[in-house]
């Protein structure tokens, strides 16, 4: 595009030819610095010339999918690679397929079209949903499979057995036909195993050293959320433990960039753009970052964080705020009881909330938005009430700090149905019924509706349904999207008809003792440690102090 600076052109004569897909459309995807990163990456390696696609914009019409640099259709490459972060994107997998005129299903290609790859966050976590769609998974970070990956890739070499030498000798790579999976009469899973000379367990792969430059964007576009925003990896995981949040438990040990290295990178992107985004699960716990931010106290550079826990705002990082001109600030309680923030090991209670709320309005930053769930493990409606109750106190001492200077602005309160998530300690909870969730979500918005300067948004409870189920479905999932693209996208005529029934991936309770969809891949997680954190839950109770507590070693504790 026109307006990009810092796209890739290679030549492809004698190069192996990679169609990086992202299945959203343009401004969603060129927003994810993962997707960014391995663009990037494949095109340093001297073999490979990669191009980017993404899902043609539904005002253009469904013309087929084609490259940003060259405009080729996906048949003219070699490797159609998607990178995947959210389970939503599954259903634009598959038109993304459909649409570049190739079968949908792996079985019904052949060697005469592209190989299918994917990988992301959504497949580390559950792949067996798309299993039926994609010849080979990447399982873990970019920096650990791609040298691997295509360094033995052949386009030339026959299909099948190319894949089953990746799969055997590439760590991370699971290629879906070579398994088996039998099902016991209650339609629980009875077993998964190999079919073939191939690993039992899927095992992570993992970079020994994160990169060096950090992760940073190849393209800068004004078509993002961003506008043209240098956005930089601080770091990866995050230390705290949330049992809501996959990346806190998938990303383990949690790892950050050094101050010498994140310098030189924003220096970097100081020279391209005045605007500097901070990306990580846990920005405020990088070590040295006040001191990162103060190198640009006084310039013209704005600086602006992905994530900030309320109980960590430093006058630095309250100064870079300031001077970045932000006019609104994310607070994330997630709960609105005490016991509810126990429950989810938020590790924050009401007074760092209340705290944060006053000081980010009295540095300056007029608007707050306050992020919640419902539909937790063990909520109640005390607990649902409770949201109502925090908004109102922290409403009260937002009115305070606002009056002192002379201004008034808004608080967003954000409301979102739990989703449980494979690799995390609710990965065995049921989700509420999307009625209940309408019913606490109601209550929420009855007791906001008469507070001014108040807004009140919130999901749609029926999405979120659908997200659980490909969240934590197994391979007959594959059956109802298959029918969701035959029938346009028409959940509810799917479901309706579907031989399969997505309660019982959605709304039901596992044992900790069955077999999940994904045991099969090794994250360094125990499932007994899981188990234990999801017991602890139950029980109301937080996590006990990591043996680690200077940094994670993975001393066994956990793995």
């Avoid at 596992?510 to 999801?534: N, Q, V």
Wanted: neutral net charge; aromatic residues 8%; proline residues 7%.
């Amino acid at each position: 595009m026109a307006s990009e600076t810092g796209a890739i052109l290679k030549s492809w004569r004698g190069r192996l030819r990679v169609g990086l897909v992202y299945p959203n459309t343009y401004h969603v995807g060129m927003s994810n610095l993962g997707f960014q990163t391995v663009y990037r990456r494949l095109n340093l390696m001297p073999q490979v010339v990669c191009e980017r696609v993404f899902l043609p914009d539904p005002a253009d019409g469904p013309p087929p999918p084609v490259s940003i640099e060259s405009r080729r259709p996906l048949a003219d490459f070699d490797v159609v690679a998607f990178s995947i972060s959210f389970e939503s994107d599954y259903p634009h997998v598959l038109e993304i397929i459909g649409g570049a005129g190739f079968p949908l299903m792996t079985r019904e290609r052949s060697a005469d079209h592209p190989l299918v790859a994917a990988g992301g966050v959504a497949c580390m976590l559950n792949p067996e949903p798309l299993s039926a769609f994609i010849d080979c998974f990447l399982i873990g970070e970019a920096e650990a499979l791609l040298d691997p990956f295509f360094s033995r890739f052949d386009p030339e070499a026959d299909r099948r057995e190319m894949l089953k030498t990746l799969a055997r000798d590439v760590k991370g790579v699971y290629v879906p036909i070579f398994y088996d999976v039998q099902y016991r009469e209650d339609g629980t899973l009875r077993s998964f195993s190999p079919a073939a000379a191939v690993p039992r367990i899927i095992e992570r792969a993992v970079a020994e050293n994160l990169p060096d430059p950090p992760a940073a964007s190849a393209v800068l576009t004004p078509h993002t959320t961003f506008d043209r925003t240098y956005l930089i990896e601080v770091g990866r995981g995050c230390p705290h433990g949330c049992r809501f949040c996959a990346a806190g438990y998938i990303y383990r040990p949690p790892r950050f960039h050094s101050v010498e290295n994140l310098r030189r990178s924003m220096a970097d992107g100081a020279a391209l753009s005045d605007k500097i985004g901070l990306v990580g699960a846990a920005v405020s716990d990088l070590p040295g970052i006040t001191s990162l931010c103060a190198d640009y106290h006084g310039g013209k550079t704005r600086i602006s964080f992905s994530s900030l826990r309320a109980d960590a705002l430093a006058p630095e990082l309250m100064e870079t705020l300031r001077q970045s001109g932000v006019k609104t600030a994310t607070i994330a309680p997630d709960a609105g009881s005490e016991r509810m923030r126990k429950v989810i090991n938020k590790g924050i209670d009401e007074a760092a909330v209340l705290n944060a709320a006053e000081t980010l309005v009295a540095e300056g930053i007029p608007n707050l938005k306050l992020y919640f769930m419902v539909g937790l493990p063990s909520e109640d409606m005390a607990d649902v009430e409770a949201i109502v109750t925090l908004c109102k106190r922290i409403k009260h001492r937002f009115l305070e700090s606002s009056r002192t200077r002379g201004r008034i602005g808004d608080i967003t309160v954000s409301l979102n149905s739990f989703v449980p998530k494979p690799m995390t300690p609710f990965q065995w909870a049921a989700m509420d019924e999307i009625a209940l969730l309408k019913e606490k979500i109601g209550r929420v918005k009855d007791g906001l509706k008469r507070l001014p300067n108040v807004r009140f948004h919130h999901d749609v409870p029926r999405h979120a349904y659908f997200q659980a189920l490909m969240s934590r479905g197994d391979r007959r999932v594959s059956v109802i999207l298959a029918a969701l693209h035959q029938n346009g996208g028409n959940w509810a005529k799917t479901l309706k008809s579907s031989p399969v029934n997505a309660d019982f991936f959605v709304v039901r309770a596992r044992e900790t003792d069955e077999m999940l969809p994904w045991d099969f891949i090794d994250h360094g997680i125990s499932k007994s440690f899981l188990a234990d954190e999801y017991r602890r839950a139950l029980a109301g109770k937080a996590s006990p102090p990591c043996p680690m507590a200077d940094g994670c070693a993975m001393c066994g504790v956990c793995g």
